[in-house]
């Protein structure tokens, strides 16, 4: 496990298990209290957490499966009736959130205030679009994301 850790903070490109949100409790909290923005065909909400308020939503002590960036990819059945359109989407969009998602984590790693930040991307097209154009919207998803956690 530590040469997971040690290969992640190095820039590593793999997309570990401590990225993915998959906690009930915090994803409750993301939907409920987070901000939100729409940049078409996604509507993307995200909530930064510090050390107290991510040790409220667990009995004992913070998992060590929490990693600094947390990222969970939706695609709803209404929009993507069938299911191979919605695993295609799926693997889409986390294959470009995975290539272009290092300077975020920079930055979140760099501040001292945010100890989790956590990111809801909901694809809310009604068609498939190719990689290249979700690729050029994750970009501008995260610069955007970016720029709010500094404000």
Known sequence: MEKDLESVQK???KFP??????HRSLVEGLFRTGKSFYEFPFRITWKKLNEE???KNFRNNIPDAIGRLQILISVPKKKRRHAIDR????RRIREA???NRL???????????????S???VYIHNQNLPYATIEEKIKLILEKVGKKIES
């Open 11 to 13: 820039g590593s490109l």
């Open 103 to 117: 300077a975020l984590r920079q930055q979140i790693e760099e501040s001292s205030d945010v100890r989790t930040l």
């Open 119 to 121: 990111i809801g991307m």
């Open 87 to 90: 695993v295609l989407l799926r």
């Open 17 to 22: 298990k401590e990225e993915r949100l998959h």
């Open 53 to 55: 308020e991510l040790q």
């Open 97 to 99: 959130y995975r290539l």
